[in-house]
């Protein structure tokens, strides 16, 4: 009976940037994957949320939306600001590719780092939902991917994860579409893009060394560069999505809702909570 009920939730996946090596010229330097999260029943005013957003930019309903779109619109930030409004949870997982030291999983050629965050986050978004829903049967929505092969080592991934239960799967738990006529795919682009760009945004500055505040459980108002409104350019917009971060029992979204990767370059962006946690 379980392969015929029907889901409670649907989570949605999208990146933004590529795999390139961010050493040659129009390769990003970051990736950047957006899982967004949204119960079945809040989907239709999720949705409507996104064609609010097409209106404000001027994009037609049946139109691909794209962050791509949005960035450099003069419409941008008055558009963003209706994300607060969505009722999502959201993890994001901005990849630093120069940061990598792993040549194989840096390598474009093997397509490894692309499949990995396809699926790795996604444990973090499991053990969130199952703490704070009874009973949630979800299904999986990626953006159907260009190359050979990706789908079959994504489904791979998620067989060899013992938590799941595939023998009583429904056949489209996994389903692989088009983001053109999906606007939640279009939310996760948008959600992705956002993360993309505020990551890129830090790139070469001083980052805040938050890690003092987080080892002494300082609450967020102790923080100096919260005290001292010292806040960081792009801070603005990540604000916006910040409230829809997966936070832990602690309110903080840092390795939850927000999982900066290499695991090396993770603690340095520990800040996230004391610019945008609150107070
Ligand atoms: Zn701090």
Redesign the pocket.
């Known amino acids: 009976m379980s392969n015929l009920r029907p889901f409670t939730h649907r989570i949605y996946v999208d990146f933004s940037g590529d795999d390139g090596d961010p050493r040659t010229p129009g390769a990003s330097r970051c990736l950047c994957i957006a899982w967004v999260a949204s119960a079945e029943s809040e989907l239709s005013h999720n949705k409507s949320v996104v064609l609010q957003i097409k209106k404000i930019i001027g994009c037609r309903k049946s139109d691909n939306l794209k962050y791509k779109k949005l960035k450099r619109h003069r419409f941008k930030d008055k558009a963003l600001a209706l994300l607060t409004q969505l009722r999502v949870i959201v993890v994001i997982v901005p990849v630093l590719k120069e940061r990598i030291t792993d040549q194989e999983l840096r390598s474009p050629r093997t397509k490894k780092l692309v499949d990995l965050i396809h699926y790795f986050p996604l444990s973090v978004l499991i053990k969130h939902v199952m703490q704070t829903y009874a009973d949630i049967y979800f299904q999986l929505v990626f953006d159907r991917v260009g190359w050979r092969g990706c789908e079959e080592e994504i489904r791979s991934a998620f067989r060899q994860d013992a938590e799941l239960d595939w023998k009583h799967a429904r056949p489209d738990w996994l389903l692989f579409t088009k983001s053109g006529s999906n606007l939640m795919l279009q939310l996760a682009d948008i959600v992705a893009g956002l993360g993309h760009e505020y990551i890129d945004s830090l790139q070469g500055m001083k980052l805040?060394?938050?890690t003092?505040?987080?080892v002494k459980g300082?609450p967020?108002r102790?923080?100096?560069?919260?005290r001292g409104k010292r806040v960081l350019p792009g801070g603005g917009l990540i604000g916006l999505i910040y409230p829809l971060l997966i936070k832990n029992e602690q309110g903080k979204s840092w390795e939850h809702g927000f999982l900066v990767r290499p695991p090396a370059v993770c603690r340095e962006y520990?800040?996230i909570?004391?610019?945008f946690g609150e107070v």
Do not use: G, L, N, S
Request: proline letters at 11%; aromatic letters at 12%.
């Open positions: 805040p060394p938050c003092v505040c987080a300082k967020e102790m923080c100096q560069y919260r520990m800040f909570d004391c610019i």
